[in-house]
């Protein structure tokens, strides 16, 4: 078993800077790739950013690739994205997961474990 959570969201202005963190507990935190979805009212969750156990290869939906960097940090047990030039859309409850995904890094249904979710907010 694995425990996520996310910490780090907040309310910004467009063009504002957030680090979302994600804490891991239980089972050894380097067993599998993590990755950040976000949902928006009356929407779907949505892919964000993953980044894989091994070689720490990194995968970002279009929307956010070069504005949003994800790390880990295996010795903490945490998992980052950096969020910059935030815009209206990225407003969102933002949730981190983990799993053993086989390469299916923007799949949900792959990850075994969710975060509680933070709410990102980005005000015009």
């Known amino acids: 078993q694995v425990q996520l959570v996310e910490s780090g969201g907040g309310l910004v202005q467009a063009g504002g800077s957030l680090r979302l963190s994600c804490a891991a507990s239980g089972r050894t935190f380097s067993a599998g790739a993590m990755g950040w979805f976000r949902q928006a009212p009356g929407k779907e969750r949505e892919f964000v950013a993953a980044?894989?156990?091994?070689?720490?290869?990194?995968y970002y939906t279009d929307s956010v690739k070069g504005r949003f960097f994800v790390s880990r940090d295996n010795a903490k047990n945490t998992v980052y994205l950096e969020m910059k030039s935030l815009k209206p859309e990225d407003t969102a409850v933002y949730y981190c997961?983990?799993?053993?995904?086989?390469?299916?890094?923007?799949?949900?249904?792959?990850?075994?474990?969710w975060g509680q979710g933070t709410q990102v907010t980005v005000s015009s």
């Open positions: 997961a983990a799993g053993n995904v086989l390469g299916y890094y923007a799949t949900p249904t792959r990850y075994a474990y």
């Open positions: 980044i894989s156990r091994s070689t720490s290869s990194t």
